[in-house]
């Protein structure tokens, strides 16, 4: 059993910056790929980014390439989402999710065995 609970949300002008965390619970985070998905409203559960178990390999969404990053810390157990130069269009909710055993190539939410209760990303123009 792995909980995820995500911080770092918040409301930020246009071409600002926000660092998303996402804390797991037990022991063996090191198991699972870790993804953060999107879901604007009225609009379905999208991929952003997601790192390898030892991440050493990521994999972004085209409309976040070059701006976003993600990065893991296995030590603290922790996983992070670096957004620069955001957009208006990046408003939405951010949820960190576990998938045990996996890799950066999974992009599809149904794969992903533990979600976080999401956080709100407001970017205004």
């Known amino acids: 059993q792995v909980h995820l609970v995500e911080s770092g949300g918040g409301l930020m002008q246009a071409g600002g910056s926000l660092r998303l965390s996402c804390a797991a619970s037990?022991?063996?985070?090191?198991?699972?790929?870790m993804g953060w998905f999107r879901q604007a409203p009225g609009k379905e559960r999208e991929f952003v980014a997601i790192?390898?178990?030892?991440?050493?390999?990521?994999t972004y969404a085209d409309s976040v390439k070059g701006r976003f990053t993600i990065s893991r810390d296995n030590a603290k157990n922790t996983v992070f989402l670096q957004m620069n130069s955001l957009k208006p269009e990046d408003t939405a909710v951010y949820y960190c999710?576990?998938?045990?055993?996996?890799?950066?190539?999974?992009?599809?939410?149904?794969?992903?065995?533990?979600w976080g209760q999401g956080t709100q990303v407001t970017v205004s123009s």
């Open positions: 790192i390898s178990r030892s991440g050493t390999s990521t």
């Open positions: 999710a576990a998938n045990r055993y996996g890799s950066a190539r999974t992009q599809v939410p149904d794969a992903y065995d533990y």
């Open positions: 037990g022991r063996t985070f090191s198991e699972y790929a």
